[in-house]
């Protein structure tokens, strides 16, 4: 069975450019969250998707971020513009419904130069 | 508002030693516990989980944690470490009810093993 997945798993980009992550959940799972992790912070939850509609948006930096979910089967997570502290890991996690378990993708390693 | 704590920043054990690691949480009801593996450059793997009954867990790569109320405590073990168990873990507290979906972290122990 498909994992998460998530791409691209590493990038390099200058200060200013605009970044957009993306994840494909779980088929079937119809929750999908966005974490960031970072040696400081840890692991964070930046956004929560139930059923493609944006729950919690609460961990969500600032107005540079920004997440979608146009179906139930993608998400993207963008950052314009991005900024060096923007670097970090971050995953792509889904949960079937009724279930606890989140289900996290391998990450994409984003540098922001 | 959930939290946990890992006391060990990082351990190293020799391979074929035992192994146990700390977990600390705070939530006012029966908690969601769970605990994930990440390799280096790899996303979070789950070992195992504890929602109720059994307060000892089986998990994946022969892990069992322990649930202990009284002490607020899940820790993780292990009784014979192999050198592949090298990686950092996690403990995860969630919220147990309907509608919740909020996964606190704590900031994860690296174990190192010694060959």
């Known amino acids: 069975d498909a994992g998460v997945i998530q791409s691209p798993r590493h990038e390099v980009t200058e200060m200013g450019q605009e970044v957009t992550l993306r994840c494909k959940p779980i088929?079937?799972?119809?929750?999908l969250f966005w974490y960031r992790q970072t040696m400081m912070r840890g692991l964070e939850l930046l956004i929560y998707?139930?059923?493609?509609?944006?729950?919690?948006d609460s961990g969500m930096p600032e107005d540079r971020f920004s997440a979608k979910m146009p179906n139930a089967s993608f998400s993207t997570l963008k950052i314009q513009p991005s900024e060096p502290r923007d670097s970090a890991v971050y995953f792509c996690?889904?949960?079937?419904?009724?279930?606890?378990?989140?289900?996290f993708g391998p990450g994409t390693r984003l540098l922001v130069l | 508002a959930q939290s946990v704590t890992q006391p060990d920043i990082h351990i190293t054990v020799s391979e074929g030693a035992s192994l146990e690691l700390r977990c600390n949480y705070s939530y006012g009801a029966t908690p969601y516990l769970f605990w994930y593996v990440q390799s280096p450059g790899q996303g979070l793997q789950l070992l195992l989980k504890y929602f109720s009954g059994d307060t000892l867990v089986q998990g994946i790569k022969g892990f069992e944690a322990e649930f202990k109320r009284s002490q607020s405590s899940f820790n993780l073990r292990k009784p014979s470490v192999h050198w592949s168990d090298a990686a950092e873990y996690f403990c995860?507290?969630?919220?147990?009810?309907?509608?919740?979906?909020?996964?606190?972290f704590g900031k994860g122990t690296k174990l190192s093993v010694i060959p």
């Open positions: 996690a889904s949960r079937g419904r009724y279930q606890e378990t989140q289900y």
């Open positions: 998707f139930n059923n493609n509609v944006p729950i919690d």
């Open positions: 088929s079937g799972h119809n929750s």
């Open positions: 995860a507290v969630g919220a147990s009810g309907a509608g919740s979906y909020q996964l606190t």
